[in-house]
């Protein structure tokens, strides 16, 4: 199966972000309540359309993925959360950018944070060999 080009691939903007709660959180909860409070806010027609991923969540900092033409959407569940597992927390967007490593670079320079990254190592083998043949 072919790759689309780049001018027909969904647009992806991604918002830094801040956690602000009584207690730590993991990632797998914070994920569940970032889900619940979109749905809850846009119904779960627009929320998927949103496409809302956490991409990376350490030390109450992390960058969440979202569409371009739903940004204003995203921000606005991310502010109807207001509690994880009983707990009072909230979440404070601290930008947006349109790369993963520009986000990383001008919202979240004091940490050392890194994403979570999903390589496919077919596509790497494949990468690889096809660089090795054409050498």
């Keep these: 199966m072919k790759r689309l080009l780049p001018s027909l691939r969904a647009k992806k903007r991604y918002l830094a972000f801040e956690l ?3 207690v730590p959180v993991s990632r797998s909860d914070l994920v569940k309540e970032v ?15 949103c496409d809302i991923k956490v991409l990376g969540f350490e030390e ?3 960058i969440i993925q979202c569409a371009h033409t739903k940004v204003k959407e995203t921000r606005a ?27 990383t670079e001008k919202f979240l320079q004091n940490t050392a944070f890194e994403p ?3 390589i ?8 690889n060999l096809s660089r090795v043949q054409e050498s």
């Design 20 to 22: 602000i709660s009584e």
């Design 35 to 49: 889900m619940f409070s979109a749905s809850s806010l846009l119904g779960d027609v627009t929320a998927s359309e």
């Design 60 to 62: 109450s900092k992390g």
């Design 77 to 103: 569940s991310m502010a109807t959360l207001t509690r994880i597992n009983g707990k009072r927390a909230t979440v404070h967007i601290l930008g947006t950018s349109g790369t993963i490593k520009r986000a």
């Design 116 to 118: 979570e990254i999903r």
């Design 120 to 127: 496919n190592p077919k596509r790497l083998k494949n990468n």
